[in-house]
């Protein structure tokens, strides 16, 4: 009996814990239904967000469909007309397509082939959605973009072994048999800066002038010898003082094509400093006295460009204009020639980056090495091309850095020293797309002693005269000019083998020579100097402008002595615009030399100004007039002029349109004013202020007062006023630490 109520009690157990288990479970799934039934509303909601976004995005696709519909609709009004301008733009680019334009060489008449440059590869794309003013501005397409290049280069400086900046460089001896023949042109030319270390005059006395000689000399004494040189501010220099036999002589050089005048500018010009308007000057000068002097077979056909530093598309803008399409250039970032030979891209055609015809590019070709001298101009290993220096033998008083001296070359060495230059030049051709490679013989000041010139010329044939007769070389070396280079370079692009050179657009700053040595301290360095170039370029237009219009007016009133004194100014600026002129690189007693030559050019100007317009302005005086500016020397800044009561002030507009705009002029009385027909209503007298260094104040300065005036001048007018005391002047008022009024 107790047995089986204990098992009736644990059964009611089991089933009341089962149930209240079941129950349990029953509550936990209406919990579930509750939880799905929330999450199937939030779906609801984000389906209905997602509906409304895209009942927007639908409107919004309306609107833009209509507003492509209107812009089509607009597009078909102006058709006709885009049409017109579409094929006159298509015209232009089937020019350029073509053989570059001729370039007229200046009012002679005469059309002169330079050489054909590269055909584009396709049009220049036309820029769109651009203001009216830049239409016919194109955006140039290269091969080569700089602007692009100098993010992509990591300019890393790698040691590259013998050619340091570089990598070794190896060819397959047997392989140069069968390819086209190595053409090398040694080029003896001599670097010499119209001041640096010394003044000009102190170079030309002590080197320039023997260089001269010694090339008038020896150019005649030995047949295969040639010879380039570019800075007509020594050469005119030296002309003068030579005898017509002389002159003769060297002209005759020039017609044989054994002496080349390059670039032929007043100098090698600075390109980061220099105005476009100097550069201008500068080469015009040059240009201008080869013309008159030597005749049409010395006017320059190549550019040489190897010691500014850095390079700027502007000078080969205008060098085309001057129908020079040819150039050497050498200081470019050790990275980007590494760069550019890795590719044989240091020779191409350099393009602007503006405008879409009327220049052709400009081929140029880049050292690949440190420098121009000869250690760095023959291969990659200068420890070996400077044995083939022979200026450093020891009769010649230089020496190798590398401590190997050159050798006389003899019967006995002919064949290893032949070798090893061989191997250098065979190297260096490595880096370029055509097999024709050129040496600079030279380097700043040589071929200024007699050892020099005979120890070069009679090394170097019996060189030539060995390689050249080595079939399994496969090479002709030879002196020549750079206009012989380009034409074997010609020659080579034009053949079977040949290989076309690439174009490039941009320019080539900031230079450096080697590591961090970033050569950009002389875009600022004296700015003084900097300051005195732009105030005397400024001043030589002006005498241009009134000394032409004064020509124009009363022809045979200008005396020939104005004219001198124009042209002293003109080299005076074109001087200093040598790349350690403008760029303040000189020694400082030079640059005190270039400051007195712009000085004296400075008083130059304003004598002409003076002669100039008192023709103009139909005055009988011989009075000189005076500028409103005055430089006691090159160290001090300008004066301002004092004008008295009773005196003239002429104003002279030097632009080609017209001004209208203040003047301001100091005076000595504060009654001054200015008498005109018809009267000129406004002006003002006002005090001068000035710092007192002792007190270390500004202060007002006594007897000197500042009287500004409203004129309208018409283009290159001038006219005279006159000063004189007036009681309608407006007069400003100013109050001091004492309170004193004026």
Same mark, same amino acid.
């Given at each position: 009996?107790g047995k089986?109520?204990?098992y009736?009690?644990?059964s ?6 089962v149930?209240?288990?079941l129950?349990?479970?029953i509550e936990?799934?209406a919990?579930a239904i509750a ?5 199937v509303d ?13 009942? %927007?995005n ?7 469909e209509?507003?492509?519909?209107q812009a ?5 009004v102006d058709?006709?007309? %885009?049409k017109?301008k579409?094929?006159? /733009?298509?015209q ?7 053989v ?8 002679r008449g005469?059309l002169?082939?330079v ?5 584009h590869?396709r049009?220049t794309p036309?820029?769109a959605?651009?203001?009216?003013l830049?239409?016919?501005?194109s955006?140039p397409?290269?091969d080569?973009?700089?602007l ?5 280069w990591?300019?890393?400086?790698p040691d590259?072994?013998?050619w340091?900046q570089?990598w ?5 001896? %047997?392989?140069v048999?069968?390819i086209?023949?190595?053409?090398v ?5 001599s670097?010499c800066?119209p001041?640096?270390?010394?003044t000009?005059d102190?170079?030309y006395?002590r ?7 010694g090339?008038?000399k ?5 047949d295969e ?19 017509e036999?002389?002159?003769?002589k ?15 500018g007043?100098?090698m010009t600075d390109e980061?400093?220099?105005h476009?308007y ?8 040059g240009?201008?006295?080869?013309q ?6 010395a ?6 460009s190897?010691?500014?530093?850095g390079?700027s598309p ?8 001057a129908n020079?399409t040819?150039? !050497?250039?050498?200081r470019v970032?050790y990275?980007?020639?590494r760069e550019?030979a ?8 350099w393009r602007q980056?503006f405008?879409s015809t ?11 090495f ?5 250690p760095h101009t023959?291969g ?6 400077c ?5 450093r033998?020891p009769e ?7 401590g190997?001296p050159?050798?006389k070359?003899?019967d006995?060495n ?9 191997d250098?030049y065979r190297k260096?051709?490595q880096l370029?797309k ?8 030279g ?5 200024d002693?007699?050892?020099e ?8 044939k019996k060189?030539f ?7 399994e070389w496969?090479v002709h070396a030879q002196?020549?000019?750079?206009s012989?280079?380009f034409?074997k370079?010609?020659a080579?692009?034009s053949?079977e ?10 320019d080539?700053?900031t ?10 301290g002389?875009?600022?360095?004296r ?7 732009r105030v ?13 219009l004064?020509?124009v ?5 200008m005396?020939?002595k104005?004219?001198?004194k124009?042209v002293?100014a003109r080299r005076?600026?074109?001087?200093f ?9 000189a ?6 030399d270039?400051?007195?030559k712009?000085?004296?050019?400075l008083?130059?100007?304003?004598e !002409?100004l003076? %002669?100039?317009?008192i023709?103009?302005?139909g005055?009988d005086?011989?009075?000189k007039?005076?500028m409103?500016?005055k430089?006691v ?7 301002k ?7 003239? !002030?002429?104003?002279f507009?030097t ?9 301001c002029?100091?005076?000595?009385s ?5 008498e ?13 202020l ?12 006594e007897? !000197?007062?500042e009287?500004?005036f409203a004129v309208s001048m018409?283009p290159m007018?001038?006219m005279?006023l /006159?000063?004189v005391k007036?009681?309608?002047?407006t007069?400003?008022?100013?109050r ?6 004026l």
């Amino acid at each position: 009996m107790g047995k089986r109520n204990f098992y009736i009690i644990l059964s009611l157990g089991v089933f009341l814990t089962v149930s209240l288990y079941l129950y349990n479970g029953i509550e936990t799934g209406a919990e579930a239904i509750a939880k799905r039934q929330q999450y199937v509303d939030d779906l609801r909601r984000k389906i209905g967000n997602l509906e409304h976004v895209a009942e %927007e995005n639908g409107r919004t696709i309306d609107r833009l469909e209509q507003q492509v519909r209107q812009a089509k609709f607009e597009k078909s009004v102006d058709f006709d007309e %885009e049409k017109e301008k579409t094929e006159e /733009k298509e015209q232009v680019r089937e020019q350029e397509k073509e053989v570059a334009p001729v370039p007229v060489r200046g009012n002679r008449g005469e059309l002169a082939h330079v050489h054909q440059v590269q055909k584009h590869i396709r049009p220049t794309p036309p820029m769109a959605d651009v203001c009216g003013l830049r239409e016919n501005i194109s955006a140039p397409h290269s091969d080569l973009q700089m602007l692009d290049l100098y993010d992509i280069w990591k300019f890393e400086n790698p040691d590259g072994g013998v050619w340091k900046q570089g990598w070794k460089i190896e060819y397959d001896s %047997e392989k140069v048999k069968s390819i086209p023949r190595l053409e090398v042109v040694v080029i003896p030319h001599s670097h010499c800066d119209p001041g640096w270390i010394m003044t000009f005059d102190e170079y030309y006395n002590r080197q320039t002038r023997n260089i001269l000689d010694g090339m008038a000399k020896h150019l005649g004494e030995k047949d295969e010898m040639r010879f380039i040189y570019a800075e007509i501010s020594f050469f005119e220099t030296w002309w003068r003082d030579q005898s017509e036999e002389i002159r003769k002589k060297v002209k005759g050089y020039l017609e044989a094509g054994k002496l080349e005048i390059v670039t032929g500018g007043w100098v090698m010009t600075d390109e980061a400093n220099a105005h476009y308007y100097s550069m201008v000057t500068e080469l015009f000068e040059g240009h201008e006295w080869i013309q008159n002097h030597l005749g049409k077979k010395a006017i320059p056909k190549a550019h040489w460009s190897i010691d500014p530093f850095g390079l700027s598309p502007s000078l080969p803008h205008l060098l085309t204009s001057a129908n020079i399409t040819n150039a !050497v250039l050498q200081r470019v970032h050790y990275s980007v020639k590494r760069e550019l030979a890795l590719k044989k891209n240091l020779e191409f055609y350099w393009r602007q980056l503006f405008g879409s015809t009327g220049h052709p590019d400009f081929r140029s070709h880049i050292m690949p090495f440190y420098s121009y001298d000869i250690p760095h101009t023959c291969g990659p290993e200068p420890s070996v091309c400077c044995q083939f220096d022979f200026r450093r033998m020891p009769e010649g008083g230089k020496s190798c850095d590398w401590g190997i001296p050159p050798q006389k070359i003899t019967d006995e060495n002919v064949a290893q020293r032949a070798q090893m230059i061989y191997d250098q030049y065979r190297k260096k051709s490595q880096l370029f797309k055509n097999s024709v490679i050129f040496q600079p013989l030279g380097d700043d000041f040589r071929y200024d002693i007699e050892f020099e010139w005979n120890s070069q010329y009679e090394n170097y044939k019996k060189l030539f005269e060995y390689m050249n007769s080595k079939p399994e070389w496969n090479v002709h070396a030879q002196f020549g000019t750079l206009s012989d280079y380009f034409k074997k370079l010609d020659a080579a692009i034009s053949s079977e083998s040949g290989e076309k050179l690439p174009t490039l657009s941009g320019d080539f700053f900031t230079y450096a020579d080697r590591d961090d040595h970033y050569w950009s301290g002389y875009f600022t360095s004296r700015p003084f100097y900097k300051q005195l170039d732009r105030v005397l370029q400024h001043y030589l237009r002006s005498a241009e402008i009134a000394f032409s219009l004064a020509n124009v007016e009363e022809e045979g009133m200008m005396d020939a002595k104005v004219f001198e004194k124009l042209v002293t100014a003109r080299r005076a600026l074109s001087l200093f615009q040598h790349h350690d002129g403008v760029t303040g690189t000189a020694k400082d007693h030079v640059v005190l030399d270039y400051g007195q030559k712009m000085i004296d050019a400075l008083n130059a100007c304003e004598e !002409v100004l003076s %002669e100039s317009l008192i023709v103009l302005l139909g005055i009988d005086s011989t009075q000189k007039m005076g500028m409103d500016e005055k430089r006691v020397n090159e160290n001090l800044l300008p004066e301002k002029r004092v004008y008295k009561v009773g005196q003239n !002030v002429v104003l002279f507009n030097t632009l080609s349109r017209n001004r209208n705009e203040p003047i301001c002029i100091q005076v000595d009385s504060v009654d001054a004013g200015i008498e005109a027909d018809p009267p000129i209503t406004k002006q003002q007298i006002s005090p001068v202020l000035q710092y007192n260094e002792e007190i270390k104040k500004l202060v007002v300065k006594e007897g !000197v007062f500042e009287l500004c005036f409203a004129v309208s001048m018409g283009p290159m007018e001038s006219m005279s006023l /006159k000063l004189v005391k007036s009681t309608t002047t407006t007069k400003s008022e100013i109050r001091t630490h004492s309170d004193l009024k004026l």
